[in-house]
C-alpha cells in the first residue's frame, strides 16, 4: 500500500503559479503509476495529468495542455505538478492518486486508481 499527501495549495492571482507535490509512504513508489485529478465544487472530480512509473510517459487534459506540467521523484517518494499561466477555472481540490496497476490509455479514469491523498485547495483569483 501506499499513503498519498498533497501540499503547496493556496491563493494566487490569474496568470500566477503553483507547484503542488504529492508526497507517498513506502519504498515502492516507483512502482506506482502516479494521476493528478481535480474537483471543482459541483462538478465530477476530473483528470489533470498523469505519469507513467519512470516519468517516460506523461498525459495532460486539454484544458491544461501548455500550462501545467507532471513530474516525479522517485528518488524522494514524490509526484510534482507544476501549474503556470493560472485561471481562476483552474479553481478546485486537487488530488493526487497512485495505482500500481495502470496502463495506457486507462489513466484518466478515477475508479482505476486504488489509493488518494487528502487533496489540496488551489484558488485562483481574477
Known amino acids: 500500500q501506499v499513503q498519498l499527501a498533497e501540499s503547496g495549495g493556496g491563493l494566487v492571482q490569474a496568470g500566477g503559479s503553483l507547484r503542488l507535490s504529492c508526497a507517498a509512504s513506502?519504498?515502492?513508489?516507483?512502482?506506482?503509476?502516479m494521476g493528478w485529478f481535480r474537483q471543482a465544487p459541483g462538478k465530477e472530480r476530473e483528470f489533470v495529468a498523469s505519469?507513467?512509473?519512470?516519468?517516460?510517459?506523461?498525459y495532460y487534459a486539454d484544458s491544461v495542455k501548455g500550462r501545467f506540467a507532471i513530474s516525479r521523484d522517485n528518488a524522494k517518494n514524490t509526484a510534482y505538478l507544476q501549474m503556470n499561466s493560472l485561471k481562476p477555472e483552474d479553481t478546485a481540490v486537487y488530488y493526487c492518486?497512485?495505482?500500481?496497476?495502470?496502463?495506457?490509455?486507462?489513466?484518466?479514469?478515477?475508479?482505476?486508481?486504488?489509493?488518494w491523498g487528502q487533496g489540496t485547495q488551489v484558488t485562483v483569483s481574477s
Open positions: 505519469i507513467s512509473r519512470r516519468g517516460g510517459s506523461s
Open positions: 492518486a497512485a495505482d500500481p496497476s495502470i496502463t495506457y490509455p486507462y489513466y484518466t479514469s478515477t475508479s482505476n486508481y486504488n489509493y
Open positions: 513506502g519504498r515502492t513508489f516507483a512502482t506506482y503509476y
